[in-house]
């Protein structure tokens, strides 16, 4: 009942930046706090950031500084500003979205970020 498709992922150079999106569509009302994970080869999939509807944030430690999570209600969308990139981010990066009055989620595919020289 909701989609979740992500865009922005590429390669980018050590130091630089990306904007991610991720536009939810369906059955909108559902939908809760939203984040975005990322999985590294070879590692557990792990929470980058999260934003509730009401805009307030969370973000990793790891990511702290650097990540800025945001969303439009309106465009139902959501977005990671990331900057200062490392090569440790590199990552396919997922939105995800929860449903309000259970705990199910939605999932997009992910989008690919390379962070290389």
């Known amino acids: 009942q909701v989609q979740l498709v992500e865009s922005g992922g590429g390669l980018v150079q050590p130091g630089g930046s990306l904007i991610l999106t991720c536009v939810a569509s369906g059955t909108i009302s559902m939908i809760g706090d939203m984040s975005w994970y990322r999985q590294a080869p070879g590692k557990e999939r792990e929470l980058v950031a999260t934003?509730?509807?009401?805009?307030?944030?969370n973000s990793a430690g790891s990511v702290k500084g650097r990540f800025t999570i945001s969303r439009d209600n309106a465009k139902n969308t959501v977005y990671l500003q990331m900057n200062s990139l490392k090569p440790e981010d590199t990552a396919v990066y997922y939105c995800?979205?929860?449903?309000?009055?259970?705990?199910?989620?939605?999932w997009g595919k992910g989008t690919l970020v390379t962070v290389s020289s």
């Open positions: 934003v509730a509807r009401d805009a307030s944030t």
């Open positions: 995800n979205a929860k449903r309000l009055w259970g705990s199910m989620d939605y």
